[in-house]
């Protein structure tokens, strides 16, 4: 935990901060006074998040002016030694990946916040760097300067004790954001990086300050003194823009196959285009709108970084050529950048291009599934259709085969009764004997009541002859009722 006590100011109340360091002191104060503590207790609350706890893994870069070597420290108190000579100097702080801690402990960086008076609006680019826990990469980029008066005595703990001395301070801090190839087997070799650059400038001993987290592998590590002030920041800005133009051209090289996909002109059905080509293509435009912001914002930093030379140009009274160069050159550099996004809005609109040529493919493709799916289902309604004939045509059969039944049971009835009858009859009506007139032969005889018999039987075969006919004909007149009565009450 640090340890410090910020005053109370406003409705703000004392804080107490992890480790008692005289620059992280300065840095809290300076926050509360100017009505910035908002980005003081959100630096705090990511602290354990932004460096390492380790002081093995210290590691500082420095350059002096004239020296044009890299030196690196790993304790605060070798850097303490390295910065106590007073000259322009160079402050590398390195991160292993965009994901990772910066790699100084925060004795060190409160080390480094003391020598080069870092100001509280550096902390929004701080907290930036933090480690970050999902792959979404916020598009914030932004630019600050700042002046501190002749009139305010700066604090610095540097040397042998506390010193105190006028001079004016001019202050600039930024962050950019750029793309650089990665050594990873990915499908894109590309990664967007997050750099910031605090400068400090006192305007009386002309010793300048800057302090450079996570630089461009092409950034050119020399401080001179008798160059511009403000120099380093062109060749920083040049450094930060050296991929710009391979990394557009990737999206050519990406771009190109999915156009000749549809450049020859074909039948609509040659096209073999489906939603995954839209889906990638889709991921293409989100890489263009991203890289288009990062340019526009890039652009509003190079106005800032402008306006805060000219300020210290006309205060320093330099020379009107170094000015002019520098503002030249910054203003090349604005054109290289306006042709950046000019390019990015040319491949989103042939990307829009794209997209319209697909959907329209796709919704052909959409219609003719249609199509087929309407033919299909019509296929299978004739195909319905001719099996309810089927089933009508069977049904008929089965009415005609219900109908032959009836008739053989009607028949059977018939025979029934009589069947009944005679064999209610069989054992008296008919004999086999001898007449008694004539005793030597034999013969069927009848008894005379064999009439009632013969008339018994044709009665009720034909009471049932007619008992059936009726039965059927009242079937038959079922369906042709309800027809009528359908008619009658819809």
């Known amino acids: 935990m640090l340890s410090m006590q910020v005053p109370a100011t406003g409705t703000s109340s004392p804080r107490t901060i992890p480790c008692r360091t005289a620059g992280l002191d300065r840095l809290g104060r300076t926050a509360y006074q100017h009505g910035l503590g908002y980005l003081w207790r959100n630096f705090e609350s990511k602290v354990p998040g932004l460096f390492v706890d380790d002081a093995t893994e210290n590691r500082i870069g420095v350059v002096k002016a004239g020296r044009d070597q890299l030196h690196w420290v790993s304790t605060p108190e070798e850097l303490y030694t390295t910065l106590s000579e007073r000259m322009s100097t160079l402050l590398i702080l390195n991160r292993y990946n965009s994901w990772s801690r910066i790699g100084i402990t925060i004795h060190a960086f409160s080390v480094v916040c003391d020598f080069a008076a870092i100001t509280p609006f550096f902390l929004h680019f701080l907290v930036g760097m ?162 288009r912001s990062i340019l526009n914002n890039t652009m509003n930093t190079f106005r800032v970084i402008a306006e805060h030379e000219s300020a210290v140009a006309q205060e320093q009274s330099l020379c009107q050529a170094v000015h002019h160069e520098f503002q030249r050159e910054l203003r090349n550099l604005s054109r290289e950048v306006d042709n950046y996004i000019d390019t990015s809005q040319r491949f989103l609109r042939m990307a829009d291009d794209l997209k319209s040529m697909y959907d329209n493919i796709l919704t052909f493709h959409g ?124």
């Open 367 to 490: 219609q003719e599934l249609q199509h087929d799916t309407s033919l299909k289902l019509a296929h299978l309604a004739q195909a319905d259709a001719s099996g309810n004939r089927d089933m009508a045509v069977l049904a008929d059969l089965t009415q005609k085969d219900s109908r032959s039944m009836r008739i053989a049971t009607a028949i059977a009835m018939f025979y029934l009764p009589v069947n009944l009858v005679m064999s209610f009859f069989s054992t008296t009506l008919v004999w086999y004997g001898t007449d008694a007139t004539e005793s030597q032969s034999s013969r069927m005889q009848l008894r005379s009541e064999v009439w009632i018999a013969t008339v018994a039987a044709i009665v009720l075969a034909s009471s049932t002859a007619c008992w059936s006919w009726w039965w059927n004909w009242k079937d038959q007149k079922k369906p042709y009722k309800k027809a009528i009565q359908e008619t009658a009450h819809p």
């Open 130 to 291: 933090g480690r970050k826990f999902s792959s979404k990469d916020e598009d914030f980029m932004s630019c600050y300067s700042t002046f501190v008066s002749e009139n305010t005595p700066l604090v610095s703990s540097l040397g042998s004790g506390m010193e105190k001395h006028s001079d004016s301070l001019w202050g600039i801090c930024y962050n950019i954001r750029y793309f650089e190839q990665h050594t990873r087997d990915l499908e894109d070799p590309w990664s967007c990086r997050q750099s910031a650059l605090h400068h400090s400038f006192l305007a009386v001993s002309k010793q300048s300050t800057w302090v450079v987290i996570q630089p461009p592998k092409a950034f050119d590590l020399t401080v001179s003194s008798t160059q511009h002030p403000m120099s380093l920041h062109l060749r920083y800005l040049h450094a930060c823009l050296a991929n710009w133009r391979e990394y557009l051209d990737s999206f050519a090289q990406r771009l190109k196959p999915l156009n000749q996909q549809i450049a020859i002109p074909n039948p609509y059905e040659s096209f073999k285009i489906n939603f995954s080509h839209e889906q990638y293509l889709h991921h293409l435009r989100g890489k263009l709108h991203y890289a």
